[in-house]
T-cell receptor, first 114, second 116 residues
Framework: GESVGLHLPTLSVQEGDNSIINCAYSNSASDYFIWYKQESGKGPQFIID?????DKRQGQRVTVLLNKTVKHLSLQIAATQPGDSAVYFCAEKGMNTGFQKLVFGTGTRLLVSP | DTAVSQTPKYLVTQMGNDKSIKCEQN?????MYWYKQDSKKFLKIMFSYNNKELIINETVPNRFSPKSPDKAHLNLHINSLELGDSAVYFC???????????????FGPGTRLTVL
């Protein structure tokens, strides 16, 4: 069945460090992946996405890497700031009777210390 | 301007009661969703509607009944509430639902439901 999981439930870093959040997925047919950030008391917020025909995509301070061989996804945050503290979810686009649905991973909590 | 809004933000109720959560999006999107987030932060899709038509129903108990009066609104009615229904419910919307679409889903702020 479809599943998306994360290796580390909590990641603690110092302000200014680079953070790497990892995600493993099991559906090799998934063709689209998204990272969401969820701050306390708020809904998930889109950060960055990547299609399966790409290995890497960069945004502002964030980079997503996709390794289809081992079905692994990572989110790199450069110069992590206290405002980056949140739970981060990876999600993959799966299929359901021809329509897409997002399957979310279990989430990683990022704690940034000043 | 709030893109996806939900009411209420918090809902505390007794077992057996019936309650509704409302969702509205002003993004002009065709597709809306309901997700449930449990105490371990796991997010799982419950329903999706495209242009008022039910598209995805993820084996949710029939005590849960979504209703879409128009494509900007998707409400969730829950009958005979149970303790296990306690969770945060998120509404989301996206432009399209189709197989090849990579449209982003935009989430509302969530409704925290507590069943006592």
């Amino acid at each position: 069945g479809e599943s998306v999981g994360l290796h580390l439930p909590t990641l603690s870093v110092q302000e200014g460090d680079n953070s790497i959040i990892n995600c493993a997925y099991s559906n090799s047919a998934s063709d689209y992946f998204i990272w969401y950030k969820q701050e306390s008391g708020k809904g998930p917020q889109f950060i960055i996405d990547i299609r399966s025909n790409m290995d890497k995509r960069q945004g502002q301070r964030v980079t997503v890497l996709l390794n289809k061989t081992v079905k692994h996804l990572s989110l790199q945050i450069a110069a992590t700031q206290p405002g980056d503290s949140a739970v981060y979810f990876c999600a993959e686009k799966g299929m359901n009777t021809g329509f897409q649905k997002l399957v979310f991973g279990t989430g990683t909590r990022l704690l940034v210390s000043p | 301007d709030t893109a996806v809004s939900q009411t209420p933000k918090y809902l505390v109720t007794q077992m057996g009661n019936d309650k509704s959560i409302k969702c509205e999006q002003n993004l002009g999107h065709d597709t809306m969703y309901w997700y449930k987030q449990d105490s371990k932060k796991f997010l799982k899709i419950m329903f999706s509607y495209n242009n008022k038509e039910l598209i995805i129903n993820e084996t949710v108990p029939n005590r849960f009944s979504p209703k879409s009066p128009d494509k900007a609104h998707l409400n969730l009615h829950i009958n005979s509430l149970e303790l296990g229904d306690s969770a945060v419910y998120f509404c989301a919307s996206s432009q399209a639902l189709w197989q090849t679409s990579t449209d982003t889903q935009y989430f509302g702020p969530g409704t925290r439901l507590t069943v006592l």
